[in-house]
């Protein structure tokens, strides 16, 4: 007598390895449709332009002799010139976290009585940071990659990320 091919063990594995791969497929579409990814460029010729907008602040700031030392310890952040001799009413600081996103953050500094700048963070910052440092005006830029926190002044200079 012959068993029905539902019966039989050898059946049901030609089928489950066809349909494991038709399962995969359609999670793999579902995941990557659903978690994009927010560091992907749209207009790559529009971001193009912007690279090379940043390149020429970063020159200038080499030009000016424009340089900081920054130091963060016990959540207080401290920012000084170092290069030349120049005032500054304000400086934009920002903090980009390498891989999320939403840890990014912004500061507009002010000079105290020194010339430094001075600023208490109300939430802990530690890990690799890419840290660019403009005036209000926006002429010029410093960007670095550090890692936080640093008990010691550690040298912010205008040097593209690329030459590092």
């Keep these: 007598m012959k068993t029905p ?13 066809p349909l494991s791969a038709v399962v995969a497929g359609i999670t793999t579409v579902i995941i990557a449709n659903t978690d994009a990814d927010s560091l992907v460029v749209g207009d790559y010729y529009k971001k193009g332009k912007a ?3 940043e390149l020429s602040k970063i020159k200038q700031a080499q030009k000016l002799g ?15 010139p170092t290069g030349i001799e ?5 400086l934009n600081v920002n903090f980009y976290h390498p891989t999320q996103q939403e ?4 500061l507009a500094m002010t000079a105290d009585g020194n010339g430094n700048f001075r600023q208490t963070l109300d939430h ?12 209000f005006e926006n002429h010029w830029k ?19 990320l690329e030459a590092r």
């Design 103 to 106: 840890k990014d953050f912004y």
């Design 124 to 135: 802990d910052v530690r890990g690799k940071w890419r840290i660019t440092i403009s005036p």
């Design 86 to 90: 120049k005032q500054f009413p304000l």
């Design 5 to 17: 091919w539902y019966k039989e063990p050898w059946a049901w594995f030609v089928f489950i390895l």
């Design 66 to 80: 424009i340089e900081f030392a920054l130091k963060l310890s016990n959540n207080e952040l401290v920012i000084k």
């Design 51 to 53: 690279i090379n907008l």
């Design 142 to 160: 410093i960007q670095n990659t550090i890692t936080l926190p640093q008990s010691d002044f550690i040298e912010i200079t205008p040097k593209p």
